[in-house]
């Protein structure tokens, strides 16, 4: 019913930038929280960023003043510019949308990750 891609990952040099983005798409009526979450090898998913659809955002501290979080509402597309990467920041990237469809109500949905390998 509501399908989330994720594009942007890649690798690239500590200190380097990177921009995510992630659409949905599907029998959409709202979006409310939209977000990146990310998972390193051999630990949990962690919060990145999240941002409402009114335009508030929050950040994990370890990404705070590197990271932007933003969102194109009539794209229905949320965004991740990632400036001065970090290895730490190497790991997995998932898009997560807090979405309610014509037929069911808000519920949280996944995209499928996309690498993001940042080299010392």
């Known amino acids: 019913q509501v399908q989330l891609v994720e594009s942007g990952g890649g690798l690239v040099q500590a200190g380097g930038s990177l921009r995510l983005s992630c659409a949905a798409s599907g029998i959409i009526q709202n979006i409310n929280t939209m977000g990146w979450y990310r998972q390193a090898p051999g630990r949990q998913r962690e919060l990145v960023a999240r941002?409402?659809?009114?335009?508030?955002?929050n950040y994990a501290d370890s990404v705070k003043g590197r990271f932007t979080v933003s969102r194109d509402n009539a794209k229905k597309t949320v965004y991740l510019q990632m400036n001065s990467l970090k290895p730490e920041d190497t790991a997995v990237y998932y898009c997560?949308?807090?979405?309610?469809?014509?037929?069911?109500?808000?519920?949280?949905?996944w995209g499928q990750g996309t690498q993001v390998t940042v080299s010392s």
């Open positions: 941002i409402t659809s009114s335009g508030s955002s």
């Open positions: 997560s949308a807090n979405v309610q469809t014509y037929v069911t109500r808000y519920r949280d949905y």
